[in-house]
């Protein structure tokens, strides 16, 4: 089994809101990642979390704020986003021992701010 | 420096036709691994192959095949006999030495995908 999942698929907000996106796997992994991909380009890497440590944070603007609960568990908190942070939103999960593992995603939420 | 470069940023084929997706990598390590993906239109990525570089063997899942050349630095893949449902974005992707951040983690260098329409 090699399911990530994502919930919502779908979300619209507001600039003033705050939201949640939410990721889930159950394959044991001990990384995870979020992504942002805008239309037409790759996905972009935005953290990096290791045994529930967040281990890579690549500049992301702080009204994006990330959790890792518990292993199997990511979340995405959203809070004052701009119109240009409108884009498809990937979890990923990863695990192999002694070398660097295959990264698996989920089906994305698409993020619309307006 | 890493680099994935996919030259073809979108192909139109008809339907049965064959089709190579290119894909060319730079990187100063011996040890890497590459890997395609493909986003349907739904947007999720599925992983569809990982290559170690110390296998150079090609492979073959079923229509889909890779063949991966040291000597030219490419891992270039191929649809045989293409469907409707092979149309999607197809990603290729380096990871290496530089990019293995923590046992189990690693940071995926992407190429600009190529948008592969297969037309009935």
């Known amino acids: 089994d090699t399911e990530v999942t994502q919930t919502p698929k779908h979300l619209v907000m507001g600039m003033t809101n705050k939201k949640s996106l939410k990721c889930e796997q159950h394959?044991?992994?001990?990384?995870m990642y979020w992504y942002k991909q805008k239309a037409k380009k790759p996905p972009e890497l935005m953290f990096v979390y290791s045994y529930e440590k967040l281990s890579i944070n690549e500049s992301v603007p702080s009204r994006f704020s990330p959790e890792c609960p518990n292993s199997s568990l990511l979340n995405l908190h959203l809070h004052a986003l701009q119109p240009e942070d409108s884009a498809l939103y990937l979890c990923a999960s990863s695990q192999e021992k002694g070398s660097p593992g295959t990264q698996y995603f989920g089906p994305g939420t698409r993020l619309t701010v307006l | 420096a890493q680099k994935v470069t996919q030259a073809q940023t979108e192909i139109s084929v008809v339907e049965k036709e064959d089709v190579t997706l290119d894909c060319v990598y730079e990187?100063?390590?011996?040890?890497?691994?590459l890997f395609w993906y493909k986003q349907p239109p739904s947007g999720e990525l599925v992983f569809l192959i990982r290559?170690?570089?110390?296998?150079?063997q090609n492979e073959i899942s079923g229509r889909y095949s890779w063949n991966f050349q040291k000597s030219t630095s490419s891992f270039n893949f191929t649809i045989t006999a293409s469907q409707v449902v092979d149309s999607a974005v197809y990603f290729c992707?380096?990871?290496?030495?530089?990019?293995?951040?923590?046992?189990?983690?690693?940071?995926?260098?992407f190429g600009q995908g190529t948008r592969l329409t297969i037309n009935p």
């Open positions: 290559r170690n570089s110390f296998d150079e």
């Open positions: 992707a380096l990871s290496d030495e530089k990019g293995a951040l923590i046992q189990g983690a690693q940071k995926l260098v």
């Open positions: 990187t100063r390590d011996t040890t890497y691994y």
């Open positions: 394959m044991g992994h001990r990384a």
